[in-house]
């Protein structure tokens, strides 16, 4: 087998991307075996993941933003197949990616193949597997209403546009959240638990997160009296706000939630009013910089 082999799953956005192809061309002139997919409509990632395991590949890039990569990321852990993933971040927000210490630029990224794969976690809620983060509250909201043209515009600044134009629908949402030995219950404002450390463009929900640790981060935001002044100074990173929060890291967490509260699963929304989280521990193996914030392991 070519061990100097991989796919790269991209997303169809992405096609035209020349910076992107001569990443790919740059790869393939020193020795690789580079193939590239498109997708075009929900379901395209995971079938493609299973059609390069049934053809032998054994690396993947996930070519896209943090929904693709979760896409790619769980289609490749429930398959339980001895491969691994490399990232190709192309999103607006690449939360996981800057996170991890990925580079931003194509051919850099693409670099990392050269790397040794690292097993790291992934979040598992329903059935439904995530490798970055789980939001709720008015974050989520905020993630959810962005629209793709204003993420053309703006790039990750257009989740600070929207956020700042909704303020008149700001409201807490009730919640109540239990794991080995914390509980926790009240009106909360924003929810994040993570196997990353960021969401939202650049928010750090749960700063001290690891993807290797075998557990989650949960960090909850009460609602403090001035809702309004408070989201400002999350939004625009002001200082005082991480003060407010309440943090514990924890192998599951369940979530009671009263009507109200949104949660955001890496883009896509979840529903249920009773939700159990969960870490999978070392699901899935990843070519990430040696020196990556989010690994604690050798």
Not at 9 to 21: F, S, T, Y
Not at 172 to 194: K, N, S, V
Not at 247 to 255: D, H, K, N, Q
């Amino acid at each position: 087998m070519n061990e100097r082999r991989a796919l790269l799953i991209l997303h169809g956005k992405q096609a035209l991307n020349e910076e992107v192809r001569a990443a790919v061309e740059a790869k393939r002139a020193a020795g690789w075996e580079l193939a590239v997919r498109l997708t075009w409509e929900a379901g395209d990632a995971q079938r493609l993941v299973h059609e390069a395991l049934a053809a032998g590949q054994r690396r993947l890039i996930a070519g896209g933003g943090d929904g693709t990569l979760r896409d790619i990321a769980e289609a490749l852990a429930q398959a339980e197949a001895p491969a691994s993933l490399a990232l190709l971040p192309l999103g607006t927000a690449n939360d996981f990616a800057r996170a991890a210490g990925v580079p931003l630029e194509p051919a850099a990224a693409l670099e990392l193949l050269e790397a040794p794969a690292r097993a790291v976690d992934l979040g598992e809620v329903g059935g439904q597997l995530f490798l970055n983060m789980a939001t709720g509250g008015f974050g989520s909201q905020v993630t959810a209403n962005t629209s793709e043209d204003l993420k053309k515009v703006l790039g990750g600044a257009a989740y600070l546009f929207t956020g700042l134009s909704r303020f008149a629908e700001l409201s807490a949402a009730y919640g109540e959240l239990q794991g080995p030995d914390f509980h926790w219950r009240g009106e909360l404002l924003a929810l994040g638990i993570g196997n990353g450390r960021q969401a939202g463009g650049g928010h750090e929900l749960c700063p001290q997160a690891l993807a290797d640790d075998g557990l989650l981060d949960v960090s909850i935001l009460p609602a403090p009296k001035d809702l309004v002044g408070t989201l400002k100074d999350l939004l625009a990173g002001g200082l005082g706000v991480d003060n407010l929060f309440v943090r514990a890291r924890l192998p599951w967490v369940e979530i009671k939630a009263a009507r109200g509260l949104d949660i955001n699963l890496d883009g896509e929304p979840l529903q249920g009013e009773s939700l159990r989280f969960s870490a999978r521990r070392a699901a899935l193996q990843m070519h990430l910089p040696a020196n990556s914030p989010l690994l604690a392991g050798p």
